[in-house]
């Protein structure tokens, strides 16, 4: 059965870094999109940033220049690195996979993990 776990989430002050990783198994993601939810009490889930084979690279202009994707294949994994992060940054981070292009919603992934919590103090 396919399953994503994430990690790496935690307390940091404003302006620091985390790196949250995404662990898959139960099937091979490589041919996949993967990508970066994140939810805020009270408010919708929201894309973050995705990888693809066939697209490259997405991300939310909040995030541009200071989140980075990447995968490393040969593990199965996905990260989201977080720099130069801000209070409105937390929130509950997922990881999706879904066939194919980095573009879509929420309800275009298929799978998905549990989140990992990310707070950010001012």
């Known amino acids: 059965q396919a399953q994503l776990v994430e990690s790496g989430g935690g307390l940091v002050q404003a302006g620091g870094s985390l790196r949250l990783s995404c662990a898959a198994s139960?099937?091979?993601?490589?041919?996949?999109?993967m990508g970066w939810f994140r939810q805020a009490p009270g408010k919708e889930r929201e894309f973050v940033a995705a990888?693809?084979?066939?697209?490259?690279?997405r991300y939310a202009d909040s995030v541009k220049g200071r989140f980075t994707i990447s995968r490393d294949n040969a593990k199965n994994t996905v990260y989201l690195q977080m720099n130069s992060l801000k209070p409105e940054d937390t929130a509950v981070y997922y990881c999706?996979?879904?066939?194919?292009?980095?573009?879509?919603?929420?309800?275009?992934?298929?799978?998905w993990g549990q989140g990992t919590q990310v707070t950010v103090s001012s």
């Open positions: 139960g099937r091979t993601f490589s041919t996949y999109a």
């Open positions: 999706a996979a879904r066939r194919g292009t980095v573009y879509g919603g929420p309800y275009d992934y298929t799978y």
């Open positions: 990888i693809s084979l066939i697209d490259g690279t």
